[in-house]
């Protein structure tokens, strides 16, 4: 069984930054694929970023430029750094993984909102 801890979200204006932080309760090491997705109401859930088997990154369009996912492997934690956050950037972002078994987890959320 996995855990993940998100923290970080909040109210920000636009323009501004946050970042959020997700800690996972076994090394990310031994997971396949980690990382964010978020979902605005009346939305569907959609990948924001993620670190893929070997390391490698994906990226919304939407966020390619102003999003930086990043990862503390000692900590076990990944990190999502946005900038010039847009009030189309409010949402609840949940970190995800899935391990080597196809399986997949999921955080509690935590809720950014970006005012205009």
């Known amino acids: 069984q996995v855990q993940l801890v998100e923290s970080g979200g909040g109210l920000v204006q636009a323009g501004g930054p946050l970042r959020l932080s997700c800690a996972a309760s076994?090394?990310?090491?031994?997971?396949?694929?980690m990382g964010w997705y978020r979902q605005a109401p009346g939305n569907q859930r959609e990948l924001v970023a993620r670190f893929t088997n070997g390391g490698s990154t994906n990226y919304a369009d939407s966020v390619k430029g102003r999003f930086t996912i990043s990862r503390d492997i000692t900590k076990n934690t990944v990190l999502l750094q946005m900038n010039s956050l847009k009030p189309e950037d409010t949402a609840v972002y949940y970190c995800?993984?899935?391990?080597?078994?196809?399986?997949?987890?999921w955080g509690q959320g935590t809720q950014v909102t970006v005012s205009s």
């Open positions: 076994v090394s990310i090491s031994s997971l396949k694929i």
């Open positions: 995800s993984a899935e391990n080597y078994s196809w399986r997949s987890y």
